[in-house]
């Protein structure tokens, strides 16, 4: 097993071309191909975006392109949405296997009888779910839009919201909705030490705490400003502080520097020494795979046309709604 690994990546090596960069931008013009870019992917993936955005102008931009080809430089569930919404183009990812620890804490037959169980209820989930859990949903939500989604709800509507607890649980605080959550959450969010960030807060005493909702509650008390990746990137470009402690993964950093270069970007510490506020999922696509995806029209994102066509109603439902 190991010696075919080996063997693999040999072999997939000797296939890299030495300027990378321009081999890709090469394929792109060749298969008219976009790439899309979540903030959490390396600065190398960044910089050879067409476009880089959170959950919702991603699914934006897929919802609007007229390229033939999708290359989505992210995680499963957002090339999964991007195939969606557009059947007949061929949607790759650089590595099928970068998951979600969030989507995976929603089994799918679990949140099913969970589904049952209250029959009255709206069910929004969150954008961070697969295509199965979406094609049980009504709506689907992201964390730039969730407030926004849940507030257009009329107030005698129960709602179920999955799979994020802590998104779920500020959403109730933003709107005073009283919600039914689904028990899941983000390793990556939820890592990041209260007691660190206590620590760094006095270190650094003009610093702002800036936080993404997946956060537990410990660590979202104390922040100064709330918000996706995109808005705290935007957050973080009008404010005029001038040291941010940023609690959400730190690949955003590499776009905060970049349209900040006088500012400081502090990635808020995890509770252990490892590198473990880095998505390890959204990390397993490289520069290297993802030239290799657009050379060998590989791996690609496919799914049954009975899910893809349910899952596609409570998407629409958000794009209409936000
Ligand atoms: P946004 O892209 O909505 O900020 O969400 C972050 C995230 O965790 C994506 O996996
Ligand atoms: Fe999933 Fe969390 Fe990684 Fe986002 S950061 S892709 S929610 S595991």
Redo the contacts with the bound molecule.
């Keep these: 097993m190991f010696a075919t690994t080996l063997k693999r990546d040999a072999a997939q090596t000797s296939q890299l071309p030495l300027d990378l960069f321009g081999a890709i931008a090469g394929l792109k013009k060749e298969l008219n191909a976009v790439v899309l870019a979540h903030y ?1 992917q390396e600065g190398d993936i960044q910089d050879t975006a067409d476009f880089i955005g959170d959950s919702l102008q991603l699914s934006r931009q897929a919802a609007d392109t007229s390229a033939d080809v999708i290359v989505f430089a992210g ?1 499963h569930f957002m090339a999964e949405t991007a195939k969606i919404l557009n059947p007949d183009k061929l949607v790759l990812l650089p590595d099928l296997d970068a998951g ?4 995976d804490s929603c089994p799918p037959a679990e949140f099913a009888a969970f589904k049952a169980a209250h029959p009255d209820h709206l069910v929004i989930s969150y954008i ?1 779910c697969s295509a199965a859990i979406k094609a049980m949903s009504d709506i689907i939500c992201t964390s730039s839009n969730a407030v926004k989604i849940v507030n257009q709800i009329p107030a005698d509507q129960p709602i179920i919201f999955g799979p994020d607890r802590n998104l779920g649980r500020y959403v109730i605080k933003e709107t005073g909705r009283e919600m039914l959550l689904w028990q899941g959450a ?4 939820e890592i990041f030490s209260e007691k660190k960030i206590i620590g760094l807060k006095i270190e650094h005493p003009e610093a702002e705490l800036i936080a993404h909702p ?1 956060c537990e509650e410990a660590v979202l008390r104390h922040a100064q400003f709330i918000g996706s990746t995109s808005a705290l990137l935007k957050y973080s470009q009008q404010s005029s502080t001038n040291t941010f402690i940023v609690a959400t ?1 730190p690949g955003i950093i590499h776009q905060m520097q970049r349209s900040s270069p006088g500012k400081q970007f502090i990635p808020a510490p995890p509770t252990n020494s490892c590198a473990c506020n880095e ?1 390890p ?2 990390r397993l696509n490289t520069l290297e795979k993802l030239y290799l995806a657009m050379k060998n029209k590989a791996p690609e994102i496919t799914m049954a046309e009975d899910v893809r066509l349910a899952a596609l109603r409570p998407i629409e439902r958000m794009l209409e709604m936000s």
């Design positions: 959490y995680v979600c620890s969030l989507a961070n983000c390793m990556v969010h997946e993964e998505c999922h959204m």
